[in-house]
């Protein structure tokens, strides 16, 4: 969020957004122009009537609306949800927009009139890794190999031949420390090398489909800048 020169400065996830100005210029970053900012209040908030809490509640309503029609799965969250911080609410939209503005700098860079989808990822991936001499590929973002971040390392070093030193990766991890270093090196690598991977060590571990592919999209975002 924060690298999106998002203001204010965001510290903490579920407290700063309950004023819904943050998730709206996300919105706007992802969907440029879409927010209609004359419907917005911002700050100075009133001092009266709970210190413009109605206001912030209609900026969350007014976010959560624009989610609806940007197609996103927001059953069941409206904007007194986001105001009041309910964490895996909050984070249902987050993670949304996070996907979707990957998408939208993957499609940039593509020059595609249409959205990259989930399968163009994929094949992507695993055309890089073939091309390279990797052994690594991936089915879909629920892959169970995916828990080791075997492709995801050998992803890393086919967009940067030599970026990876396999000393330090656990070949056929077993038990979940060894594949949380692992997962744990190759996030660190990719951000290395350039791709803004904002997954956890944890998502890799535990296949989070959703977190898993913002991975390989970030990476081929990555790639495809490196060629031209």
């Given at each position: ?14 407290t700063d957004l309950c004023d819904g100005l943050v998730i709206l210029q996300l919105i706007d ?133 030599g970026s990876i030193n396999y000393k330090n990766f656990r070949e056929n991890p077993i038990s ?53």
């Open positions: 969020m924060n690298s999106l020169g998002i203001s204010p400065y965001v510290q903490h996830l579920y970053s992802v969907k440029p122009n879409c927010v209609q900012w004359n419907r917005v209040t911002r700050p100075p908030w009133p001092k009266i009537g709970g210190g413009g809490k109605m206001k912030k509640i209609e900026n969350c309503n007014y976010a959560v609306l624009l989610g609806n029609q940007m197609k996103f799965s927001l059953v069941g969250i409206d904007g007194n949800d986001i105001h009041n911080g309910i964490e895996n609410l909050t984070l249902a939209l987050v993670w949304q927009l996070m996907r979707a503005y990957t998408l939208r700098i993957l499609q940039q860079i593509s020059e595609s009139e249409q959205p990259i989808t989930d399968k163009q990822v994929v094949e992507w991936c695993n055309k890089k890794l073939k091309s390279a001499g990797k052994t690594s590929s991936i089915e879909h973002f629920q892959d169970p190999g995916i828990s080791d971040s075997r492709a995801v390392v050998d992803l890393i070093d086919a967009i940067k031949t979940d420390t060894d594949k949380f270093l692992n997962a744990k090196y190759a996030i660190s690598m990719a951000r290395k090398i350039g791709a803004p991977v904002y997954a956890l060590p944890e998502d890799l571990v535990e296949v989070k489909p959703q977190m898993v592919m913002t991975v390989f999209a970030c990476l081929m975002a990555r790639g495809m800048t490196a060629t031209k």
